[in-house]
Structure formats: structure tokens, C-alpha cells
């Protein structure tokens, strides 16, 4: 029998098969790099939430502002009614107000419902008293006592995140379209009246009775200036109470912006920390594998920390 061929001592060894953990360890990096990828993806996006729910609350606040401007200049409106209809019932001789001349569209149900209005006094007379749809979430109702108590400003945030925004924005919906339809209903009513007015301010000069119907077309015209203060001054409070709805969506608004404030911040968190497990992992892969660039990467690193240190000092204290 022949001999076996001597085998040679520098013929390589095959390697032997690579373990679960060896291979884990390559594919370590990659994966915790990826995962950082996400990570700072998912921040972006949270502060692109956070930054949305912030404007909104701006468009919140100017809302807010336009109705607490309105119902202050129907304010203003209802007190000017106000004294003007005083200076002419003083004028008139505190003579009651008659209204026998008829408009044209005197039978027309706007127009009888407008002398009613005119001529009537308490329950029957009008603007009737209007009031917007009861809100019936509690947390709602308790957002807006804090706001009028004048809670600190962390408080209202924490009720406002409890708040639930679906049942908000129904709430103000509801309470525009009220408003809305007030507005409708009573238009032409007012406008009636205002012919009413202007009808007996219709006097001849040559009535022999034209004095004593003066003092109450004088008398007329301060009512119908009554009438347009009770009307202001409803529509007043309509305003003020669309205003507090719209300020409880700011605090709502202000809350969810900051919940996806600080989501996107423990996110970034989360990112930096991937980040480097994987340039932990890469160093120890490469320093495993006896190669010098894990030396170099250990140089980057050092640098982008220094620089990012020197990122973080506050300008006050650079000597520059």
C-alpha cells in the first residue's frame, strides 16, 4: 500500500462555522443603526405634531380674541342704546310710547311679533333670553372654572390634556350654529321694528295734535333704542360664551403640543442611545477584528463630542 501524501504545515485550517453570538455581533451595528434611523423618524415627526398643535392654539387664541372684540363692542353698543334711550324719554316728557301709525307690512307675523317686542315688558317682551347649549362634559365645564379662577398656568394644562378635543369641537360647533340662528331669527324682526319707529316719526305739521304726537314719536324712538339694548346685550353674552369655548381649545391645543414635545424628546433620547450601541458595537466588532479603523472611529468620536460640548456652552461664556 502506498504511502498518505505528508501533509503540509501551511496549508490553512478551513474555518469553523460561526457561532449564533458571532453572528448577532455583525449584524449588531446594522441593526441598532437602523433602529436609531427610526427612532429619529419618529422624533421628526412628533415635533411636526407638537408644532401643528401650537399654531392651532394660535388660530385658537385669535378666534378667541374676535369674539371676546365683538361682545365688547356689543357692549358698547347696548350701553350707548342705553343713554341715548334715556335723553329722549326725558325729552318726550316721560310719555308713553304709542304706536298707531302702522307700517306698510304692519300684518306681516315679523311685524307683530316686532311691536310686541317694542311695546311689551318681561317675559313677553323681547329679544327673548338666549343662552347657549349646555355643555355637558365635566371636564370641560371644569377647564372653564379654572380659566375664570385664574388657576396657574401648569394646572390648566393638566385638566386641559384631559380634556377629550371631539366633545370640545362639537360644543363649539353647536354654540356658533345657535348664535348663528339667533342672528336669523331675530333680523328681521329688529327691521320691523325699526319700520315701526320710523313710522310714527311720520307726523304732519299742520295736525293740531302734532306736539303731543311728537312726545310720542320722541317716545317710540326710545323704545325702539331699548329694544336695541336688550338685543346687544344678549348677543353680548353669546359672544363671551363662544370666547370661553374657544379659550378652553387653546389650553387643549397647549396640552397636546406639549405631549408631542415631549414624546419627541424621549424619542431623540432613545435615537442618541441606539446610536451609540451601534458605534459601541462597530469598535468592538472592529477591534475584535484587529483592523486600525476602530481607532480612527474612536478619533471621530472624540471629536464630534467636543465639538457638540462646544455647541452646548452658552454664548455668554466664549471668549468670542
Known sequence: MADAAPTNPEEKKPEEPKGFFDKAGAALPIALTALATVFASMSNGALQQAMYWKSQAAQDQSKSTNQWSLAGFKRDRALTMQTAAAQLRAIAGYAPAKFDTQPKDASAPDAQKARAWLTE????????????????????????????????????????????????NKAIDDAEKYAEQTDKEWSPIIGSANGWVRAQLQIKTDDPDAAKKSAGATAAQAAGFDLEERRY??????????????????????????????????????MLVAQIGAVASSLALARKQKSALWLFAAMVGLVAILVGGYALVPATMLPF
Open 233 to 270: 346685550r344678549s348677543e353680548s353674552r353669546l359672544n363671551q360664551g363662544i370666547a370661553f369655548l374657544y379659550e378652553i381649545r387653546v389650553k387643549v391645543s397647549a396640552a397636546e403640543s406639549d405631549k408631542h414635545r415631549k414624546k419627541s424628546e424621549f424619542l431623540s433620547y432613545a
Open 121 to 168: 315688558r318681561g317675559e313677553k317682551g323681547g329679544p327673548p333670553p338666549v343662552k347657549l347649549p349646555d355643555v355637558d362634559d365635566e371636564k370641560i365645564k371644569e377647564l372653564r372654572e379654572a380659566i375664570e379662577s385664574r388657576e396657574p398656568e401648569s394646572e390648566l394644562l393638566k385638566k386641559a390634556g384631559r380634556v377629550d378635543i371631539t366633545k370640545l
